[in-house]
């Protein structure tokens, strides 16, 4: 090789080297790098590796975890994964985890693994001050952790996970589902089912939760997380509270359970009535071929046994209660038993574990008369079945004919004679050794065996009593039979009346004072201030939804509105109309009052974010976006009675929707009948402008003036009601649920008036 090749062949090398130099090296697939120790506390665990191939892990044993492994423990099985120093994660109870992605650097993390089964309890580091984040997957849910302390649990015998913030701060724990995303709180619970969002907000009693983690961790047996979130379901409802009968597929609530008249039915053709089917005087839900379709979802409680009232028109067997469970699937069935012209209560009882979330009535022909969401007794054994109303059959009233002057044949068949009046008062036949009154409940059978020749008394046989003489005149008895068909006996002899005792003379007693004019203030009190010339300028309300006037009249007397703020109903009060809404607070109001000789004024100016208002074709406003008024008319009439009277009373205020052709209005229900008419005598506006305290997007400004005449009252300064002021919200579009209401009195109960507030008509002159 001459000197000018071997110059060639250097240069060559020369320029091959650096360009080697310029290339990157080839890439090149790692072995998997660690991402978590996995650590066994007790037996039975096991490692999987990206192949699923399992391993077992002894107890205290520790094993490196990459990406696409993870950890199966069986029912007694406990085991701990390490994140660096970012997250401990325990995985209980015939869990099943694997680690799908980690990413660290200097300032952020991200973890993410998907769950099967199993209890996972999670423990952010809150050193760590980097931006961090946890993806849990489940089979129809995912939750998003930001540096917080969960369990998330999924139940054995039913398809629903529990999600459970123990230490979480603002929207650093939320799960979504069903393309709904919820944020969980401290100490609050919420569970996901394979249909429907999540469930609303459901306070946790932490020593439980506990407890419950505890006896998991330790191996031991307990019932599923939900039997101790949960408590059993206690609701009673009938069919009174219906004015009219929804369309099918419009969903309707009794008692916060979701109903809905299924269009399709049992052959595609169903009849829906409203009608009073065993004379009691109730309005029930009469179906030929229908299906009755029952959502328990909203019921923040667990629903294991369900009874329903039906009256039958047909034969047995044509009639069915079916149960299902969280994913719809059917878990058991009654089959209507009775035969035509009675009634039953059907039903069913679920194991432990396995609670009901929707249920179906079929009837080829009958009526639905109720049902109930039964509690179990003291010691913890399935209720009785408890019927929705009275299962004592009302007899028809007879108009009496006349009898025939003819001697009657005596009959040994005895009618029967079934008790109408609330009590009998029975006068006993000689030789009987009880009492000479005593008294019968409502219901009682009495076998009519003889009259008096005056027919003044029937002699009756009265079961586990004997026989006695009973005063045929009302109110005491009245039967369903021709009292001329019984034999003729004499008469019961006159009782001897007691002899008249000499009054003795009783110490003087001091009379008891009168009631409290107000309620305790804890329970709210509110000014109505009086239309009249303060500080020279005379003040009105002009009915337009406009706030100024009562601006006016805030300035002039120094007495501001009331806040309305106590949650007193909450099915999901956290909910928000639109996920993206940037406030603190979804629903919150205030109230004013003021009043004149001729009106009761109130101005509520509500803020929240989603306006959806009552659509539905009765009187139910509270099922939607409303203000609400509670009053007791007769304040000191009934202080102390705990029940409800003629004088207590609702008011529901339509907002109105003009895009949906709904004008403002108002309604007035007498609660203590739970009936309601229009009050059309009401003024009711709603501002086109926005509100005094929030701006329009966000709510919405209604007063309103109902006439003192409609409410039987004649007002004068220094009157005092019994009154709560509160505000109905529901945030899911094209529905009709109550979701959650906030009021001027956090002890607020609409059954008894003695926990609502105060309302003063405040004397004119200086304030």
Same mark, same amino acid.
């Given at each position: ?67 696409? +492994? ?96 123990? +230490? ?30 999540? %469930? ?34 206690? =609701? ?47 309005? *029930? ?79 080829? *022909? ?14 913890? %054994? ?8 009275? &299962?004592?059959?009302? &007899? ?55 009259? %008096? ?6 002699? =009756? ?30 008469? #019961? ?92 607070? *979804? ?18 100016? =509500? ?40 004088? *207590? ?5 339509? #907002? ?69 002021? %509160? =505000? ?12 959650? &209401?906030?009021?001027?009195? #956090? ?21």
């Amino acid at each position: 090789m001459n000197r000018l090749t071997r110059l060639l062949l250097f240069g060559v090398l020369v320029l091959l080297t650096a360009c080697a130099r310029s290339t990157p090296p080839p890439i090149t697939v790692p072995p998997a790098a660690t991402t978590a120790r996995a650590e066994a506390r007790r037996a039975q665990v096991e490692t999987l590796d990206r192949n699923g191939r399992r391993s077992p892990l002894a107890p205290l044993q520790e094993r490196n975890l990459a990406v696409g +492994e993870g950890v199966d423990v069986d029912e007694t099985g406990s085991a701990v994964l390490k994140f660096a120093d970012l997250l401990l994660v325990e995985v209980l109870r015939d869990g099943e985890l694997q680690v799908r992605q980690f990413v660290q650097d200097d300032s952020s993390a991200l973890i993410d693994f998907g769950l099967a089964t199993g209890v996972v309890v999670g423990d952010f580091n809150p050193q760590q001050e980097i931006n961090r984040r946890l993806t849990i997957t489940t089979e129809f849910a995912r939750i998003e952790v930001v540096g917080t302390r969960f369990v998330l649990a999924r139940e054995r015998e039913t398809p629903l996970w529990w999600l459970v913030g123990l +230490e979480a701060q603002a929207d650093h724990l939320q799960v979504t589902a069903d393309g709904v995303t919820k944020t969980v709180a401290t100490g609050q619970a919420r569970w996901v089912a394979p249909i429907g969002e999540p %469930s609303a907000g459901i306070g946790a009693q932490m020593e439980n939760v506990q407890g419950w983690l505890d006896a998991a961790r330790g191996g031991r047996a307990q019932p599923e997380l939900g039997e101790v979130l949960w408590p059993q379901a206690d =609701v009673l409802a009938n069919t009174d509270p219906l004015v009219e009968l929804p369309p099918p597929g419009q969903p309707f609530t009794l008692e916060g359970v979701i109903l809905t008249l299924d269009p399709e039915g049992l052959f595609g053709a169903p009849a829906y009535a409203l009608e009073d089917c065993n004379g009691d005087g109730i309005g *029930d839900i009469a179906m030929v071929g229908g299906r009755l379709q029952f959502d328990f979802r909203p019921i923040l409680a667990r629903v294991r046994a369900l009874d329903v009232t039906v009256w039958n028109r047909s034969g047995p067997g044509q009639g069915q209660l079916i149960v299902y469970d969280p994913a719809r699937n059917p878990m058991n069935k009654e089959v209507v038993t009775v035969g035509a012209g009675q009634t039953e209560v059907m039903a069913l009882r679920s194991q432990p574990g396995r609670p009901y979330h929707y249920a179906a009535l079929e009837l080829a *022909d009958g009526c639905f008369l109720g049902f109930s969401l039964t509690p179990p007794q003291a010691d913890g %054994s399935p209720g009785a079945p408890r019927p929705a109303v009275s &299962m004592v059959e009302p &007899m028809p009233t007879v108009t009496p004919t006349a009898i025939p002057a003819v001697t009657p044949t005596p009959t040994t068949a005895s009618p029967e004679c079934r008790a109408f009046a609330d009590t009998l008062n029975l006068r006993a036949g000689p030789g009987l050794d009880y009492p000479p009154f005593a008294v019968i409940g409502r219901g009682a059978l009495l076998e009519p065996l003889a009259r %008096s020749e005056d027919g003044a008394w029937l002699l =009756v046989a009265v079961p586990d009593a004997g026989k006695g003489w009973v005063r045929n005149a009302e109110p005491f008895v009245r039967c369903n039979f021709d009292p001329a068909i019984l034999p003729v006996e004499k008469a #019961p002899p006159t009782p001897t009346p007691l002899p008249t005792a000499t009054p003795t003379a009783r110490p003087a007693v001091t009379p008891t004072p009168p009631p409290p004019r107000t309620r305790p203030e804890g329970q709210g009190w509110l000014q109505a201030l009086p239309l009249a010339t303060i500080g020279g300028y005379q003040v009105e309300i002009v009915l337009d939804g406009g706030y100024k006037d009562w601006l006016i009249l805030t300035d002039l007397s120094g007495v501001k509105p009331t806040l309305v703020d106590s949650i007193v109903f909450d099915r999901a009060c956290k909910a928000l109309f639109s996920p993206n809404a940037n406030i603190e607070d *979804d629903l919150m109001a205030v109230v004013w009052f003021a009043y004149d000789d001729t009106y009761l004024y109130v101005a509520f100016d =509500v803020r929240d974010e989603g306006f959806v208002p009552y659509t539905g074709r009765d009187l139910r406003f509270f099922l939607g976006d409303a203000p609400q008024l509670l009053l007791d008319v007769d304040l000191p009439g009934d202080y102390y009675d705990t029940g409800l009277n003629a004088d *207590d009373l609702q008011i529901d205020f339509h #907002p109105g929707w003009p895009q949906q052709d709904l004008p403002p209005r108002a309604v007035l229900w007498q609660l203590s009948t739970q009936r309601p008419r229009e009050l059309t005598e009401a003024v009711v506006a709603v501002g086109p402008q926005p509100g005094l305290f929030w701006p329009s997007e966000l709510g919405y400004f209604l007063e309103a003036a109902v006439p003192w005449k409609a409410l039987g009252i004649v007002p004068k300064p220094g009157l005092t009601l019994g009154l709560v002021a %509160s =505000v109905s919200d529901n945030d899911t579009a094209k529905t009709n649920v109550q979701e959650c &209401m906030i009021s001027t009195d #956090p002890q607020r109960n609409w059954r008894d008036p003695t926990t609502w507030g105060t309302l003063i008509l405040v004397e004119p002159g200086p304030f």
